[in-house]
Structures are given as C-alpha cells and as structure tokens.
C-alpha cells in the first residue's frame, strides 16, 4: 500500500508542476500579445507562400505516381514496356479496361475530391486541352496561361468572381519527358482539334492553377 500512496503523491507532485509551467506559458503569452499593436495583430501567411506549399505537394504526388506506379506497369497506352514488373495497363481508358489512370487522370481525380472540400480548389488546365475539364475559365485563367506559356514563369494574382475575393496561382507544367510530349501529339483529340499543335520536350504544356478564397479584406 505504501508503494501505491508513494506513486501517487509522485503523480500529484508532476501534475502540480506541469499545470504551472502551462500556466507560466500562457500568463507570458497573454502579457506579450498585450504589448504593441504589430505583436497583437493576426499572424497570417502569405498566400503566394500557401499557393507554393500546395503546389510542392501536388507536384511530389504526381511525381511520385508517374515514377513509382506508372513506371512499373508493364504496358503505358498499348505501347510495352520493358522495365515493367506489375502485369497492369495505364491507360485512359483504365476504368473499361481494368487498368490504371495516367498521372493526369489521377491528378484531376485527387483535384475533385479535394475540391469538394470547399477550402481551395485546383486543376490541371492547358490551352491545347484533350480533356474539356481542363479548358481555361474566366479571365485570370485565360490571361494568365498566355504568359505562362510565354515566359514559362508562374503567374499569381487576386481576382475576384462573384464577389468572393481569390488569391490565384498558375504554375507551368511542362514536359520533361519525351513521353508527355509524344503521347500528347499523338492523342486523336489533340489531333483532331489542334494538328497544327506539336509539343517538344520542355514546352510548356499547360499549367496547375490554385485558386484560395479570401475573407472579406
Ligand atoms: C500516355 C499518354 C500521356 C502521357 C505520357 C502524358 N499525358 Fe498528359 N494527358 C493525357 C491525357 C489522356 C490527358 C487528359 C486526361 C483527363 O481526361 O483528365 C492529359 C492531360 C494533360 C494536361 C491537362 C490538359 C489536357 O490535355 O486535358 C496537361 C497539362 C498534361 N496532360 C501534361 C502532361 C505532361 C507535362 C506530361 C509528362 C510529364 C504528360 N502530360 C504525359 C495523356 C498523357
């Protein structure tokens, strides 16, 4: 019995000292948010900042699908592969056939879901677009792509539609492999609506636009 009363009378001991230490936390912040008006005032990011970090993680899952699960099928749009190792197709037509989406597909299937959210939207848009889905809308969209696609750089902008204020943010997805090149220009609806349309590798092929609504400021 004196060993349990000892541990608890140890316990009480540590509970005591760790609700000082939070109270001590809590009594500095309170003193120094009181202080000027600058410490005081709401810390917010930069949305240009918010735009890049969800960027990067767009960027890092459709690298990571096109390098460790496209490149593992065996066969990519009819064409073998070699190197292959899983017995599986990735093809646009992966839902009839039981195959796997490409990485555009599988960008634009995580973009509707994450979408529906209703925190931020985003999308894969292109001037020489295969998928209707993927057209430029409104203004921003449409200005923007033709400087990017210009200049290669990344556009960011406020717009506002509906009177709800965004923060937007168009980043060049370019192709860096022969195969985006390829596999686009060879496509029957690229074909059939832009012949004139040749993608080289690192063109410009269209671009990841992140549109994050703003409060009332
Ligand atoms: C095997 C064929 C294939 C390869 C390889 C491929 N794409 Fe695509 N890409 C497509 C298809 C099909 C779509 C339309 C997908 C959809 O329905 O959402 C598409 C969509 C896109 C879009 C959106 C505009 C549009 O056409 O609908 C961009 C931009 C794009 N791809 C860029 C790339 C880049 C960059 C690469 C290389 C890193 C690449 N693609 C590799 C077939 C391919």
């Not at 005591?16 to 809590?26: P, Q, R």
């Not at 918010?50 to 390098?67: M, Q």
């Not at 592969?81 to 796997?100: C, S």
């Not at 192709?175 to 596999?183: F, L, Q």
């Amino acid at each position: 019995m004196a060993f349990i009363e000892n541990w608890l009378t140890t316990i009480r001991t540590r509970t005591v000292a760790f609700i000082a230490i939070i109270l001590a936390v809590a009594v500095t912040a309170v003193s120094c948010a009181g202080g000027t008006p600058e410490a005081s005032a709401p810390a917010g990011i930069d949305p240009s900042k918010v735009a890049d970090y969800i960027h990067t993680v767009l960027e890092a899952d459709r690298t990571a699908y096109t390098k460790h699960v496209i490149s593992r099928a065996k066969v990519l749009e009819g064409k073998e592969k070699e190197a292959g190792v899983l017995d599986v197709e990735a093809t646009e037509g992966w839902q009839q056939t039981d195959g796997i989406p490409l990485p555009a597909q599988m960008f634009r299937l995580g973009s509707e879901i994450a979408n529906e959210a209703g925190y931020f939207t985003y999308n894969l848009i292109s001037e020489w677009y295969i998928n209707d889905n993927h057209a430029p809308k409104g203004d921003f969209e449409e200005t923007a792509l033709a400087t990017m696609t210009e200049t290669g750089e990344a556009v960011k902008d406020y717009q506002e539609i509906g009177g709800q204020k965004y923060y937007s943010a168009m980043y060049p997805d370019i192709a860096v492999a022969e195969a985006c090149a390829t596999c686009h220009n060879t496509h029957p609806v690229h074909l059939e609506r832009y012949p004139d349309k040749v993608f080289e590798v690192n063109d410009v092929m269209g671009g990841v636009v992140i549109n994050i609504p703003l409060g009332d400021a």
